[in-house]
């Protein structure tokens, strides 16, 4: 059943269409406009806590995705990214060594004194409170600075609402609230499980009730039913 349940997972690669908005509709507007053509500064930054939503945002950019906390030094980049060919979206910038820190500075004076590349990053705080050099500080806060707030249990509650009314799915609110209780918190996930429960019912042949409910998250991988918060 645990391979079932896997196999009906579907695929949902992060974009800018399928994000949950909540609160920052005006930052995803922003990031949108921002890709879709060459802004005035070619540096934009996202900052919130776990689970506002920052690296969905930055997987959906199209951009050479890095995250600091796997690569703290920045090493080991292919040449296209060392040679400027490749525009970056720099996840958990808290994270740089002051080897990492060293490159990203270069990398941010290069893209603002060349033009023609952008950098997109993501971090915990805004700029002047992050543990980073100086330097590297003053030139973040020079660019475009946009908070993102994580969404509301009520929020995540509508948007799986309307993803079941869009299913035609009989899934009642007393569900949506166990599984909002009992699964990964962040809306991706969550919006996987709805699309996965509604196969899950369809090929069993039966209806979505608690007892399928319990079934199913039972045999979810523990990384996908912990209620924890995703980046």
């Known amino acids: 059943m645990r391979q079932l349940l896997l196999d009906l997972l579907p695929e949902a690669p992060p974009s800018l269409d399928n994000f949950v908005p909540g609160g920052n509709g005006e930052a995803q507007a922003a990031l949108r406009a921002w890709l879709g053509a060459r802004a005035d500064d070619p540096c934009f930054l996202l900052w919130g806590d776990t689970g506002s939503g920052k690296t969905h945002l930055l997987r959906a950019s199209g951009l050479f995705y890095l995250d600091a906390r796997?690569?703290?030094?920045?090493?080991?980049?292919?040449?296209?990214?060392?040679?400027?060919?490749?525009?970056?979206?720099?996840?958990?910038?808290?994270?740089?060594?002051?080897?990492?820190?060293?490159?990203?500075?270069?990398?941010?004076?290069?893209?603002?004194?060349?033009?023609?590349?952008?950098?997109?990053?993501?971090?915990?705080?805004?700029?002047?409170?992050?543990?980073?050099?100086?330097?590297?500080?003053?030139?973040?806060?020079?660019?475009?600075?946009?908070?993102?707030?994580?969404?509301?249990?009520?929020?995540?509650?509508?948007?799986?609402?309307?993803?079941?009314?869009?299913?035609?799915m009989p899934f009642t609110r007393e569900g949506l609230s166990y599984l909002l209780c009992r699964a990964s918190r962040d809306m991706r996930t969550?919006?996987?499980?709805?699309?996965?429960?509604?196969?899950?019912?369809?090929?069993?042949?039966?209806?979505?009730?608690?007892?399928?409910?319990?079934?199913?998250?039972?045999?979810?991988?523990e990384s996908r039913t912990h209620a924890t918060g995703a980046l």
Request: contains cysteine; aromatic residues 4%; glycine residues 6%.
């Open 190 to 221: 969550l919006s996987s499980l709805v699309a996965a429960l509604d196969r899950y019912s369809l090929e069993r042949k039966r209806p979505i009730t608690l007892p399928l409910l319990r079934e199913a998250l039972a045999a979810m991988p």
């Open 70 to 168: 796997q690569n703290p030094a920045l090493a080991d980049l292919p040449q296209a990214a060392r040679d400027g060919a490749e525009d970056w979206a720099l996840d958990n910038l808290e994270a740089l060594d002051p080897a990492g820190q060293g490159v990203f500075f270069n990398r941010i004076n290069r893209v603002r004194a060349e033009g023609g590349g952008r950098l997109l990053c993501a971090a915990r705080s805004a700029p002047f409170h992050l543990a980073l050099r100086e330097d590297v500080r003053t030139r973040l806060g020079q660019g475009l600075i946009y908070r993102l707030e994580p969404l509301s249990d009520a929020e995540k509650l509508a948007a799986l609402e309307a993803q079941a009314k869009e299913r035609a």
